[in-house]
């Protein structure tokens, strides 16, 4: 769906490239390791376009973080990575031997701290290169199915809503972890999502 133009969609990656990178670097002082995130990739769908084909969910469990966040636009974003993933990036943010068994009773709470550092850094690089102020709610963590999170997708949208769909790799160490970035905008949201990009482009010299 062309709702953005091809430079405003360079333009919204190369944000959201300046928010992985930000996520990237307070992830590693966590972790005490090297952590990179990949270029994003996006796609801007209706959200009854959205099923977990379009998403390349293809495990059967996932650990979701989402947040909203209000501003000139509001948006609800969700990070999502598998279940057994989850639960390694958890090990690495503990420093501890303990089996991945022992580590679920800190699933939940640690979880909210990397969906916190990754959204929050996307969302502030938003917010710096398009000069404008979103606050966002505390994470919630939740455990889903492919099924149970395109069904979510689209009862927490309305007909006129839009689902900006993230494609990113996480790496920790040898780890490979692929994780997706979710944000619900209305048509409205987008479109006001748009015009700050536009202005965005006009103010580069």
Do not use: W
């Amino acid at each position: 769906m062309n709702i953005l133009s091809e430079i405003e969609l360079d333009a919204l990656t190369e944000v959201f490239n300046v928010g992985a990178g930000r996520a990237a670097q307070s992830l590693s002082e966590i972790v005490g390791d090297g952590v990179r995130l990949s270029v994003p990739s996006i796609e801007i769908l209706k959200s009854n376009e959205v099923n977990a084909k379009v998403l390349t969910l293809s495990h059967s469990r996932f650990a979701t973080v989402s947040q909203f966040f209000t501003g000139p636009f509001d948006a609800e974003a969700v990070l999502l990575f598998t279940e057994d993933h989850a639960l390694e990036i958890v090990r690495d943010m503990m420093g501890s031997q303990m089996s991945l068994e022992d580590l679920a009773e800190f699933e939940q709470e640690a979880m909210c701290e990397l969906g916190n550092i990754i959204l929050n850094a996307c969302m502030s690089a938003m917010s710096d290169m398009l000069g404008i102020v979103l606050s966002s709610s505390l994470p919630s963590y939740l455990v889903s199915s492919p099924d149970d999170i395109s069904e979510r997708l689209v009862a927490d949208s309305n007909d006129d809503a839009y689902v900006l769909v993230l494609h990113i790799d996480l790496m920790i160490e040898k780890r490979h972890t692929q994780g997706h970035l979710i944000f619900l905008l209305s048509s409205t949201s987008l479109n006001q999502l748009v015009t700050h990009i536009q202005r965005y482009l006009d103010s580069i010299p």
